[in-house]
């Protein structure tokens, strides 16, 4: 059954979640060479008032959060890009999770897949397969919104509200491919529903997907509110501010340096709306000043309870500490923190393993989500939502650039990284570190800032260059099977259905 949306509640968003999900995700299996789903009169009903068309646009974040192939949520959200599937793949292609496979009473073992050993092949990728399926599927709706509202000429339709949905969807699109191109490289740009041009899209090179993400970006600043008032006061529809620190991250992994400054600024200045959260507690919490913007997960599904997807996987396996989580934190991110950093002691959980006939060594999980199966209550209302984008990047997004000879130099980055580092319980820098030193400071912050969170580490690594040497030397990815792993394959059914679509080298 399709979960109910956060905004309007009416017989039209049935209609629209019937739709994505009967149309739209049949339309997936060819990826973008989809069938022609939408007829004139499902245009016309979708987009005739600002109800309906409203309804639309809260469909995607539903399915962003929520899934929408029935069952479970977080089966159904677990092999969506939007809702975890990037936190464990990127976590785990990096140096942060690995996979313990166990059940009570019995021995348990490490996990060695091709994610964590970086030994992918064209026949072992699904997760990976499902970022991309899932991806275009959220693009594909954005398009359907963007050309529904174009072709409407419904009065009923007002224009501040067409601006409104238009700068929404052009974000979800932009958001989308971000991901798409930093897991799989050059993709096919898909920007419209029409069936006769998307059916032989070939890859397009990632410098012109960047392209298009910061165009519609820009045009989703300029139209998006200021406030958080479609949402009703949380932050669970972007906003003008979560296209400015999106778009100020376009930047930064495009080496705009002085743009990608310019842009964090302007979130870090508007400190009436947004600050760092004092209490690292409180970070993901429904009422974090810190949350840029957050999705909404469902309360009403029985195995989710009061989570968030993300924290029902990366959570505490019990709530004795006897259990092991299923995916553990590595060595390498543990042996990352200073001594004395608060996001070791309070992002953080840990389990003895008691409960297995062969106990292995204390494990740790990321317990940036208090809720997970363990403890997951239907009768109490969630006490967070799911993170996308928090103030605390445009923070280290500012460093970066800074660091690179932006606004203000070495001496501004370290007092950004300061302002960071000192939420998190740890002294001011050295304030006569030279320019390198200050690049690896922000790594460093990044690094443990961002634990298990949306990619950040993988991707990280991948764009500074650093990801042969760092990961190349991790045991658990012996032998190293060459740099070509840094991307992941393009699905191989995909490729069999559009003769245009080229598969990433070595592969």
């Avoid at 339709?157 to 991901?179: D, I, N, P, Q």
């Avoid at 460093?399 to 130099?409: D, F, T, V, Y």
Wanted: hydrophobic share 40%; with cysteine; aromatic share 10%.
């Amino acid at each position: 059954m399709i979960m109910k949306m956060h905004r309007i509640k009416t017989k039209a968003t049935c209609l629209l979640l019937c739709f994505f999900t009967c149309t739209v995700q049949l339309g997936c299996k060819k990826l973008i060479a989809v069938d022609e789903p939408i007829n004139t009169l499902t245009t016309t009903e979708l987009f005739s008032s600002d109800a309906t068309a409203t309804s639309a646009m809260a469909g995607i974040y539903t399915v962003m959060i929520n899934g929408s192939s029935g069952g479970s949520v977080p089966a159904s959200a677990g092999s969506i890009f939007s809702a975890g599937l990037t936190t464990t793949l990127g976590a785990e292609s990096s140096d942060e999770l690995y996979i313990y496979n166990s059940t009570p009473n019995s021995p348990g073992s490490i996990s060695n897949d091709a994610y964590r050993s970086n030994h992918l092949t064209i026949t072992n990728s699904s997760s990976s397969a499902a970022i991309w399926t899932s991806a275009y599927d959220i693009i594909y709706k954005s398009n359907s919104v963007i050309e529904g509202i174009a072709a409407s000429t419904a009065t009923t339709l007002h224009s501040s509200v067409r601006t409104e949905l238009t700068a929404e969807a052009k974000f979800t699109r932009a958001f989308s491919y971000f991901y798409l191109t930093n897991f799989f490289g050059d993709v096919p740009m898909a920007l419209t529903v029409d069936f006769n041009k998307t059916e032989n899209l070939p890859r397009m090179p990632q410098q012109l997907v960047y392209q298009q993400i910061i165009a519609d970006l820009k045009e989703a600043q300029a139209g998006l509110k200021t406030d958080y008032s479609a949402g009703n006061g949380e932050r669970v529809i972007p906003n003008k501010w979560a296209a400015t620190l999106l778009l100020a991250r376009a930047y930064l992994y495009t080496g705009d340096y002085a743009s990608a400054a310019t842009q964090a600024t302007a979130v870090i200045n508007n400190n009436s709306m947004f600050a760092l959260e004092p209490d690292l507690r409180n970070v993901f919490s429904t009422t974090s000043k810190e949350a840029v913007w957050q999705l909404k997960q469902t309360t009403s599904d029985p195995t989710l309870k009061n989570g968030t997807p993300e924290g029902f996987v990366l959570g505490p396996g019990s709530t004795d500490h006897h259990g092991a989580p299923g995916y553990c934190l590595t060595d390498q991110l543990l042996a990352a923190f200073e001594p004395g950093d608060q996001r070791r002691v309070k992002w953080l959980d840990s389990a003895d393993n008691a409960d297995y006939t062969s106990p292995i060594p204390e494990t740790y999980c990321s317990f940036k989500y208090s809720i997970s199966s363990a403890n997951a209550d239907a009768s109490q209302q969630p006490p967070q939502y799911y993170m996308v984008l928090r103030l605390a990047e445009a923070y280290l997004i500012r460093a970066e650039a800074e660091a690179n000879g932006k606004n203000g130099g070495t001496a501004a980055a370290i007092a950004d990284l300061n302002v960071i580092r000192n939420r998190a319980g740890l002294p001011n820098l050295d304030s006569n570190l030279t320019q390198q030193q200050v690049i690896a400071a922000v790594a460093q912050e990044r690094r443990v800032e961002f634990f298990a969170e949306w990619g950040h580490r993988w991707f990280d690594l991948k764009r500074t260059g650093q990801a042969h040497s760092v990961l190349s030397v991790i045991p658990a990815k012996q032998p190293w099977a060459g740099d070509y792993q840094l991307l992941y394959p393009i699905p191989q059914s995909e490729i069999t259905i559009d003769h245009f679509l080229s598969q990433n080298t070595d592969y």
